[in-house]
């Protein structure tokens, strides 16, 4: 289903959840919100280690993680610390809360909108994608991504608005 290829520094990880009823469909979970707090006991913790590794990760291929460009565990510690972290959907808030505990970026794909095969690479110059309903982009060059047939969809700084999960979402690719 995922071809990886080779990294001298990713070690990747991924699973498919599949849900009982479309995401807009399922009730919030009080247990997950707890989750999402900076203070919540975790089996894990982020540290400037993590940070570092995840940084130079992304640096490998040329992109620049930093500003707008850093790692989504990074902006998730931050907004969790001031209480500003969010629910969006349980197949979201259970990656952000292990993304938010562990230092980690997850991204969330729905499989139903992604078109296979699904790869991770690093994108080329000039890639580029809108992550977002307002229509901005993201210069992807360098950066190691997750791409289907169209290109690529999603990474560990932001996902494509094309590939994103929505109210009717039932497959997730994490």
Not at 19 to 29: N, Q
Not at 57 to 64: C, D, E, N, S
Not at 89 to 107: F, K, M, Q
């Amino acid at each position: 289903m995922l071809t990886i290829s080779a990294h001298p520094l990713l070690e990747a990880a991924a699973f498919v959840t599949t849900f009982p009823a479309p995401l807009g469909e399922l009730p919030e979970s009080d247990a997950l919100r707890a989750l999402l707090s900076d203070k919540a006991s975790a089996p894990f913790r982020s540290d400037d280690a993590v940070r570092s590794a995840v940084r130079d990760l992304l640096r490998h291929g040329g992109y620049k993680p930093t500003g707008r460009g850093k790692p989504a565990s990074e902006y998730l510690i931050r907004a969790a610390e001031g209480g500003a972290l969010a629910t969006i959907n349980a197949a979201v808030d259970a990656c952000n809360a292990v993304s938010l505990h562990t230092g980690l970026p997850i991204s969330v794909i729905d499989l139903d909108r992604a078109r296979p095969p699904l790869r991770i690479d690093v994108a080329p110059a000039g890639a580029r994608y809108v992550f977002n309903a307002s229509g901005q982009e993201i210069d992807l060059a360098g950066l190691l991504c997750v791409f289907d047939a169209e290109g690529p969809c999603a990474n560990a700084v932001k996902d494509s608005q094309r590939t994103k999960t929505h109210a009717g979402t039932t497959r997730t690719l994490s």
